[in-house]
């Protein structure tokens, strides 16, 4: 496989340092607090009502708030406290308590009762539906549900220390992969680091500093979305207080055309997003990959009238929306066509993966040669870079990292296998210690040669459906948590805490200060916003829209395992294996046509990747962004508009998540104090 030039650029955007500090402090868990009660109740609300979340903004926002109070204080932020208040506020903003409020709309939802999946949820996801119409968390019933999600919670913050460290060290200290992306996630922290630095209390630049390219770019993606900002969020967010249907200048979530437009395509979901925060994506992926997912969904646009044509997607009806249209083609086609995809994306990367160990092996019997026969020193050999990390990096012992690996899969072993006792043990243990530990080291690898993520699809569906002919039935298991995780997110995070010269003890610490902060925000908050109004309901109008073509795809899923229910009989006849298997095989041939055209890896990805695209609302303006980067901007800044991109998108997040803040607080506080009769 050809090396990719487009990769190589972004590899070359930040080294990491040689030397390392502790970024906990009391201003870090001030920040954590302010996370957790200011922002995570918006960034629950914005969920609900346009279908994102704060997310970036939120983090952006507590970071450029403590920078500003530090410098008004005569002192300053270094990188790595930077990191870590950043690190803390992604944390905090997740709210798993929000799952509890898909989950009381699924269990009553008409898809659940049509699919006979009601029935059979057990108490420990939900109580009974009279339980549920009362709209209270804080009642016994509940206790249950929420023990479930602390728990949750408990092991998986203690499991980020475990096999995803460990394939870090393989990967990242032993291999030394590059890591392609992980810069991108660290150029903003050291942007703001030196505006924290280089500028005085004043505002001016210190003496010396020069100023920062990085803060100007990040001050100009500021008031872009400052001002977008207030048109997509702030005026829908202000006019719900005193309307009942709010004020949507921009469609929150997408504009439909599939009507309009089913004459000429028929069968085809089009959509189109008005968030311009997607233009900014595509200036910041890599082009090739944004250019091969367009040209996927593009193809699927020319095979839907041909498939609609030659009888193979029966379910749609002239006058369906793009919803319905993409709920009906994947039951009709594209859950086996997805399927087959995923298949060909796992096997590329397998292939690519052991093809590169297979070299690297070669490579590295050649310099051991070499070495040997110029008595070198031995000091870079695998197995010293593995057992000897680079001193001030805080890293723990890697029996220690095993340990916990060992401890939290096992856990979720018991765990699953006492509230699942019909499900065959041997599958649970073949989840955590055989195909967990594959899939992450694939994954991780990948991630490190080319920042594409690796994943075999349907692994735990085929699982539980093959369960069936071990006596299991029911839906319970797909509720257990069960130990099948990708590791390869957190190897990515460690390497951009790399990149910051942040220790990696503090995000130790930082977990200690996250956990209690997000459990009390998150039930309370979660509590409020079901008060305010049913979930969904016209208040937020992104659940009212999409959350029954989810609750229709949970569906048809989770009843494939109910045996000979109705159900299940409709899953089985959304599987087709022509389709699976076709799929599958023009995936590999499509890659392998374009790495033997010398085609950028990017592009054979996204490509494959693109196909089969439903609502695909963001790729058109991420395309236009792409475009507009590469052949405006690099033209006129050259490769350092590489460096420019993530500076610029990140400043435009914080000022999405400035005016945000403001017209959700006007929301919350208007929600709090009345409610208008009408």
């Known amino acids: 496989m050809q090396e990719d030039l487009e990769l190589n650029q ?99 939802s008409a898809p659940a009762h049509a699919l006979q999946i009601s029935e059979h949820i057990p108490r420990w996801v939900a109580p009974p539906p009279g339980i549920i119409e009362q709209r209270n968390f804080f009642l016994p019933a509940w206790a249950g549900p929420i023990a479930m999600i602390v728990l949750g919670q408990v092991l998986g913050r203690i499991d980020k220390f475990g096999l995803g460290y460990v394939l870090f060290r393989v990967t990242s200290d032993v291999e030394r992969l590059p890591f392609p992306m992980a810069p991108v996630g660290a150029l903003g922290i050291t942007a703001l680091a030196e505006s924290s630095e280089s500028v005085n209390a004043a505002g001016a630049p210190a003496a010396g500093s020069g100023g920062s390219w990085r803060w100007r770019v990040f001050s100009i993606g500021g008031m872009i979305g400052l001002l977008f900002g207030a048109l997509y969020v702030g005026i829908p967010a202000l006019s719900s207080i005193f309307l009942k249907n709010p004020l949507q200048l921009l469609p929150l979530t997408f504009a439909d055309f599939t009507k309009r437009t089913e004459i000429f395509l028929p069968a085809t979901p089009v959509t189109l997003s008005f968030d311009i925060g997607n233009l900014l994506v595509g200036m910041v992926l890599p082009f090739f990959a944004v250019l091969g997912s367009f040209l996927g969904l593009i193809l699927t646009w020319i095979a839907n009238p041909i498939l609609h044509a030659t009888g193979q997607l029966p379910s749609w009806r002239p006058g369906m929306n793009a919803v319905q249209t993409a709920y009906a083609n994947h039951v009709d086609v594209y859950l086996s066509i997805g399927i087959g995809l995923s298949l060909a994306i796992a096997a590329i990367g397998f292939y690519h993966v052991f093809s590169g160990l297979r070299s690297k092996n070669a490579q590295r019997r050649t310099l051991t040669a070499n070495a040997a026969s110029q008595d070198s020193d031995i000091s870079t050999s695998p197995w010293r870079r593995l057992l000897h990390p680079p001193a001030g990096r805080g890293d723990i012992p890697l029996w220690a990292g095993l340990a ?53 699809p349907m692994v735990r569906e085929a699982t539980f459906i093959a369960a069936q002919s071990l006596g299991y039935r029911g839906v319970d298991i797909w509720f257990a948590p069960i130990p099948i995780n990708n590791y390869a997110g957190q190897v990515v995070n460690f390497r951009v805490q790399e990149l910051t010269g942040t220790k990696f003890t503090s995000i130790i610490k930082a977990e200690l200060v996250i956990f209690p902060v997000v459990i009390i925000s998150s039930i309370l908050f979660a509590q409020y916003l079901w008060r305010i109004a049913p979930i969904p309901s016209a208040a937020y109008p992104y659940a009212n829209q999409l959350w029954e073509l989810q609750a229709q795809q949970t569906a048809l899923m989770q009843s494939s395992t109910l045996g000979d229910a109705v159900g299940g009989q409709n899953f089985y006849d959304a599987l087709k294996w022509h389709y699976i298997l076709g799929s599958a095989g023009v995936g590999i041939f499509t890659y392998s046509l374009l790495s033997l055209a010398g085609a950028p890896i990017m592009l054979c990805y996204g490509l494959i990747r693109g196909l089969g695209a439903g609502i695909a609302a963001g790729l058109f303006p991420q395309m236009i962004g792409a475009l507009i980067g590469r052949y405006f901007f690099e033209k006129r800044f050259g490769l350092a508009w590489r460096q420019y991109a993530p500076v610029l998108l990140a400043g435009f997040l914080c000022g999405v998540g400035l005016i945000s803040m403001f017209a959700l607080g006007c929301l919350l506080i208007a929600k709090a104090v009345f409610q208008l009769p009408y």
């Open 404 to 456: 916990i690996y060992l401890f939290s899969t096992s856990t979720y072993i018991a765990l699953s296998h006492y509230l699942v006792p019909n499900f065959p043990l041997w599958i649970l243990f073949g989840y955590g210690f055989v195909y967990t530990p594959i899939i992450s080291y694939v994954a991780a690898r990948m991630e490190g040669i080319a920042g594409q993520w690796v994943e075999i």
């Open 10 to 108: 972004y590899r070359d955007l930040l080294k990491p340092p040689s030397t390392f500090a502790d970024g906990f402090s009391v201003r870090s868990v001030l920040g954590c607090i302010f996370i957790g009660l200011v922002m995570m109740p918006a960034s629950m609300y914005l969920s609900l009502l346009a279908g994102g979340d704060l997310g970036g903004a939120a983090q952006w926002v507590t970071v450029i708030l403590f920078v500003e109070l530090a410098r008004r204080s005569f002192t300053t932020l270094k990188q790595p406290e930077i990191f870590i208040l950043f690190y803390m506020a992604g944390a905090a903003i997740s709210s798993p308590f929000s799952g509890l409020l898909w989950t009381q709309y699924y269990v009553n």
